[in-house]
């Protein structure tokens, strides 16, 4: 079993960690790049300067690893992964097609996009594992403010406790208003176009998205709401997993991604 790197940023008793070595957690992945792309200056980024139409899933996956890479890797590959993505972001700018000027090395914009991921281990732990008591939720959340940290992100920018933090998300899903591009993104990432993958394997991921959007920003997507038989469905998984298969442990339920991102690791050292 793959385990955090000597010196990382989170160790193997950390709940980010325990979190985020779980392979439930995935079932989040889309929601939280939603999310992410509602902010219009992300989505803006993420239209001009990424090939989400041709590799729709290839941005959220290199999300997901470099923050595993960060998170649980070494303090050298984590330093190299940071110092790649400030490279990689400092060339995305722009405007937002009224003349607004974007950025993504903007802190209140990483910070988001950070947010969506601490919220979304949350929200999928809430409804399919049920592992995180309300403490436990507060101490994920304090956990989190080194990922901020390690990014740059000023303290004031943070929330300074779990409330804090929750009032915050509550503002910006209030407050977001996404764009044409926002929704193009969205639909690249429900419905991608994957070679010998039909379009029906993607229904069952996208119900469960569907049901962790915020419906406000849900109905501002275009998304329809899902339907008694869907929601009824959906119910029906959390309840099985939450009682079975959220008590299982080992290589099944272990997330690919930080095996593959840990054992990466481990050979370029060996290199």
């Known amino acids: 079993?793959?385990?955090?790197?000597?010196?990382?940023?989170?160790?193997?008793?950390?709940?980010?960690?325990?979190?985020?070595?779980?392979?439930?957690?995935?079932?989040?992945?889309?929601?939280?790049?939603?999310?992410?792309?509602?902010?219009?200056?992300?989505?803006?980024g993420v239209a001009q300067y990424s090939s989400y139409r041709t590799d729709p899933l290839g941005r959220l996956e290199r999300t997901l690893?470099?923050?595993?890479?960060?998170?649980?890797?070494?303090?050298?590959?984590?330093?190299?992964?940071?110092?790649?993505?400030?490279?990689?972001?400092?060339?995305?700018?722009?405007?937002?097609?009224?003349?607004?000027?974007?950025?993504?090395?903007?802190?209140?914009?990483?910070?988001?996009?950070?947010?969506?991921?601490?919220?979304?281990?949350?929200?999928?732990?809430?409804?399919?594992?049920?592992?995180?008591?309300?403490?436990d939720r507060a101490r994920y959340y304090e956990e989190s403010k080194r990922l901020a940290a390690a990014f740059g992100v000023p303290e004031s920018l943070v929330p300074a406790g779990y409330d804090d933090f929750r009032d915050y998300m509550a503002e910006k899903v209030a407050t977001l208003v996404p764009t044409d591009a926002s929704v193009d993104i969205t639909r690249s990432l429900m419905a991608p176009r994957i070679p010998l993958v039909p379009a029906a394997a993607w229904v069952p991921f996208n119900l469960v998205t569907t049901d962790l959007l915020p419906r406000r920003l849900q109905h501002l997507l275009g998304i329809r709401d899902l339907n008694a038989a869907e929601l009824?469905?959906?119910?029906?998984?959390?309840?099985?997993?939450?009682?079975?298969?959220?008590?299982l442990a080992g290589a099944w339920t272990d997330n690919p991604l930080s095996g593959r991102v840990l054992r990466n690791g481990r050979a370029a050292r060996a290199a």
């Open 65 to 135: 690893e470099s923050m595993l890479a960060i998170s649980f890797g070494s303090p050298g590959r984590r330093e190299a992964t940071l110092a790649g993505l400030e490279r990689a972001h400092r060339a995305v700018s722009g405007d937002l097609g009224d003349g607004t000027p974007y950025s993504a090395m903007e802190p209140d914009r990483q910070f988001w996009v950070l947010a969506t991921l601490t919220d979304t281990v949350i929200e999928v732990d809430r409804r399919y594992l049920g592992w995180l008591r309300p403490a």
């Open 1 to 44: 079993m793959a385990r955090p790197a000597p010196g990382a940023l989170y160790d193997a008793r950390s709940l980010a960690w325990r979190m985020n070595r779980q392979s439930f957690v995935l079932l989040g992945g889309p929601r939280a790049a939603i999310l992410q792309v509602c902010d219009p200056g992300v989505a803006a």
């Open 232 to 247: 009824a469905t959906v119910r029906a998984t959390q309840v099985w997993t939450r009682n079975s298969v959220a008590h």
